[in-house]
């Protein structure tokens, strides 16, 4: 049975993640948010669908996206990384020459 991540329900900080273990009140922008009994944080007026908003707000992570994103990080460090530094080099080499 999955965990639903605790959220701030209301205000400006509507949907967004809390840290497991924060205190209650929690401040966020100008908003002081206290904890309700399943956890998540409400701000002062929050509704029903408040908290029906925050819980659609937390994102989806795909496992086809997990993997097109480690192939790009691991492209950029072994592919473009080393050429951005090759031509980095050369250019100070070329500052250092001018400045002469």
Not at 38 to 60: C, E, I, K, R, S
Request: glycine letters at 10%.
């Amino acid at each position: 049975m999955a965990v639903a991540p605790t959220v701030f329900v209301g205000g400006d900080c509507n949907g967004q993640l809390v840290a497991p273990g924060a205190p209650s009140p929690l401040i966020c922008g100008p908003t002081s948010y206290t904890r309700g009994a399943d956890g998540n944080y409400y701000a002062p007026g929050a509704t029903t669908a408040d908290l029906a908003a925050a819980q659609g707000t937390v994102p989806h992570v795909d496992a086809k996206q997990v993997g097109r994103a480690w192939h790009r990080m691991t492209h950029v460090l072994s592919v473009e990384a080393p050429h951005a530094i090759r031509r980095s080099r050369a250019a100070r080499a070329r500052l250092r020459r001018l400045s002469r």
